[in-house]
Nanobody, 123 residues
């Protein structure tokens, strides 16, 4: 079992950057695929990025080229570097862990979720 805690959110101006972190407690972190999702006010939660245990990465079209997902297995942490932020990136960002390397754009594939961290982009 994993417990996930996200940090690093905040208020940032459009065009700015943040680094979101997700620290995992529990065994076998390195064997999990990790994902980031987000939920904007009044909208459904959506896929942002994922990284497999072999460090293959996937991105939503809306963040490709602006966001970068990475992981540090020694620290049991996954990161989301968010750059060139836009007002439409405002959302609660969640990290999640999946016991599979497939279907990582789908929430149903994830077994564990964090509580989320708020990112607000001011224009």
């Amino acid at each position: 079992q994993l417990q996930l805690v996200e940090t690093g959110g905040g208020l940032v101006q459009a065009g700015g950057s943040l680094r979101l972190s997700c620290a995992a407690s529990g065994r076998r972190f390195s064997s999990y695929s990790m994902g980031w999702f987000r939920q904007a006010p009044g909208k459904e939660r959506e896929f942002v990025a994922a990284i497999t245990n072999m460090e293959r990465t996937y991105y939503a079209d809306s963040v490709q080229g602006r966001f970068t997902i990475s992981r540090d297995n020694a620290k049991n942490t996954v990161y989301l570097h968010v750059n060139s932020l836009k007002s439409e990136d405002t959302a609660v960002y969640y990290c999640a862990a999946a016991g599979t390397a497939y279907g990582l754009r789908l929430e149903v594939e994830y077994n564990y979720w964090g509580q989320g961290t708020q990112v607000t982009v001011s224009s």
